[in-house]
């Protein structure tokens, strides 16, 4: 089984899936999964394209992503970029895009990427984008604006177990925009 976890930077993506990590790591009634921090391996493999200064990050080869995670089994792959793979459950986590782009700022991202990222959770881009690939009937969609990071993992573990059933465009924050 492959699970990929998803959203736009920011949903909190990289936090729930360590406590699901641990959780699968510790329970053995959970299912014997490897959590893959995708954005690590870009880093780590260096498999990107070229660095866009405009927006200060890295142009992800996704051929090569692709390749690498070619024959990996039973894992969760954690990524704004997971929906573009092969996956049986995509968890895309989603946030209400003022307290998304607080998030960022709070991180050190700029004025001008933490409200191009507010605006493409208002639009839903990564949701569209996971529904197009992988169809309603894999997504799941999980709102962690008023969530603590063990609620998220909670909805997560859910997905992983198939305890959840799939869900997508619940979520509106089209308002953001007005």
């Known amino acids: ?11 909190g993506k990289t936090t729930a899936t360590g ?7 510790e329970d053995d009634s959970l299912p014997d999964l490897e959590v893959i921090h995708l954005n690590r391996v870009l880093e780590d493999e260096e498999l990107y394209t070229e660095v866009d200064a405009d927006r200060e990050s890295k142009v992800a080869d996704l051929d090569a992503l692709s390749a690498w995670l070619a024959g990996r089994d039973d894992v969760v792959v954690e990524s704004h970029l997971a ?3 092969d996956a049986d459950r995509v968890a895309v986590l989603r ?16 004025e ?7 605006e493409s959770e208002a639009l839903d881009v990564v949701l569209s984008e996971a529904v197009e690939e992988h169809g309603l009937e894999s997504v799941y969609e999980i709102d962690t604006t008023d969530r603590e ?6 909805a997560l573990e859910a997905v992983v177990t198939g305890d959840r059933e799939p869900s997508a ?6 308002g953001y925009l007005a």
């Open 1 to 11: 089984m492959r699970v990929a976890v998803t959203g736009t930077p920011g949903t």
């Open 19 to 25: 406590l699901l990590e641990d959780r699968l790591a």
């Open 83 to 85: 929906h573009h793979f």
């Open 95 to 110: 946030c209400a895009p003022e307290q998304l782009e607080q998030r960022l700022l709070e991180r050190g991202e700029t």
């Open 112 to 118: 001008a990427k933490a409200r191009e990222n507010a």
């Open 149 to 154: 990071p063990e609620g998220v993992a909670d």
């Open 169 to 174: 465009g619940e979520v509106d924050f089209m």
